[in-house]
């Protein structure tokens, strides 16, 4: 059973930075893990995913270029550094963590999932 939990939202302005965290009760070095988001009224989607070992990341194409995620596996924490955020980039955004080796870009595979951060971004 790994725990998952967020932390780093918040608002700013449109251009702006944020770095969400994603802490893990247990070893995040057996899992993939991977960044959803949700906007209002929207389904939930993927944003970027990284392999255990961090050799292997993937983005979503709305994300690219903008987002970085990485990962301490010593510390149990998996990042996403969010730059250039636009207001499109409102969403409560989830970890979530996979016991698979190949990084899944959808929410199905997942096994574990934090309660989730808002990020709000004005224009």
């Known amino acids: 059973q790994v725990q998952l939990v967020e932390s780093g939202g918040g608002s700013v302005q449109a251009g702006g930075s944020l770095r969400l965290s994603c802490a893990a009760s247990?070893?995040?070095?057996?899992?993939?893990m991977a960044w959803f988001r949700q906007a209002p009224g929207k389904e939930r989607e993927f944003v970027a995913g990284?392999?255990?070992?961090?050799?292997?990341?993937v983005y979503a194409d709305a994300v690219k270029a903008r987002f970085t995620i990485s990962r301490d596996n010593a510390k149990n924490t998996v990042y996403l550094q969010m730059n250039s955020l636009k207001p499109e980039d409102t969403a409560v955004y989830s970890c979530?963590?996979?016991?698979?080796?190949?990084?899944?870009?959808?929410?199905?595979?997942?096994?574990?999932w934090g309660q989730g951060t808002q990020v709000t971004v004005s224009s």
């Open positions: 979530a963590a996979d016991q698979g080796i190949i990084v899944p870009i959808y929410a199905g595979p997942y096994d574990y």
């Open positions: 990284i392999s255990r070992s961090g050799s292997s990341t």
């Open positions: 247990g070893r995040t070095s057996s899992y993939s």
